[in-house]
């Protein structure tokens, strides 16, 4: 099983600041995606990145590859209260049909 | 309609007691995949669908969960003699064709088993 770690668990910040978010893993992935779940919502995607040392910007959010395709990262600049929520990585399972998540990093942004 | 639709949002059994929960996928979606989320947890795969055929069931936690879709459409996800653990929210995504296409999510079955 390809397991994805991710970290920090929860992240408590106040409106205006910047953070990252970081999903790592032993294992090399073809592409990992990025999710952002709401309470009560199922996970919407934010962005998949395919190539490793890949960068995509998406408006206050950077997502960024590592050269290797084991881990990923997402900046957000500026963060606002309705950034709030739980940031999930995916990767591709080995079955080659579903994803694997992590357990996700939960952000609370405040005004 | 627009999005995948599930029902029923929240659901309470008693414990041994037999639950359906629906998935009804974005139409002309091939696949269909069934995840399983534990309070704080990410997302966990269960089983997968391409059209009628289920491809893959090795997610499945036991032999009480069982999953169909029979017409190649809608799903169902039935757990038998509910047991406390099975508690969780039980979300249904479908995507146009394989992996490599976006996934659309539910919003998901909130199972409690009392």
């Known amino acids: 099983t390809q397991l994805l770690e991710q970290s920090p668990q929860f992240l408590s910040i106040q409106e205006g600041e910047n953070l990252t978010v970081y999903c790592n893993s032993s294992s090399v992935f073809s592409s990992l995606q990025w999710y952002r779940q709401e309470p009560g919502e199922g996970p919407v995607l934010l962005v998949t990145v395919v190539t490793g040392g890949e960068v995509k910007k998406l408006k206050r959010l950077t997502f960024q590859f590592g050269d290797a395709r084991k881990d990923s990262s997402l900046h957000i600049t500026a963060a606002q209260p309705g950034d709030t929520g739980l940031y999930l990585c995916?990767?591709?399972?080995?079955?080659?049909?579903?994803?694997?998540f992590g357990k996700g990093t939960s952000l609370l942004v405040t005004p | 309609g627009a999005g995948v639709s599930q029902s029923p949002r929240y659901k309470v059994a008693k414990r041994g007691q037999d639950v359906a929960l629906r998935c009804d996928p974005i139409?002309?979606?091939?696949?269909l995949f069934w995840y399983q989320q534990a309070l704080g947890q990410g997302p966990e795969f269960l089983t997968y669908?391409?059209?009628?055929?289920?491809?893959?069931k090795s997610g499945l936690p036991s032999d009480r969960f069982f999953a169909e879709r029979p017409e190649g459409s809608v799903s169902t996800l039935k757990i038998q003699r509910t047991q406390q653990e099975d508690s969780a929210v039980y979300l249904c995504a479908s995507s146009l064709a394989t992996l490599n296409t976006e996934a659309f999510f539910g919003q998901g079955t909130r199972l409690t088993v009392v």
């Open positions: 669908f391409q059209n009628e055929a289920q491809l893959d």
């Open positions: 995916a990767g591709e399972a080995d079955s080659g049909y579903a994803l694997n």
């Open positions: 139409s002309g979606h091939v696949s």
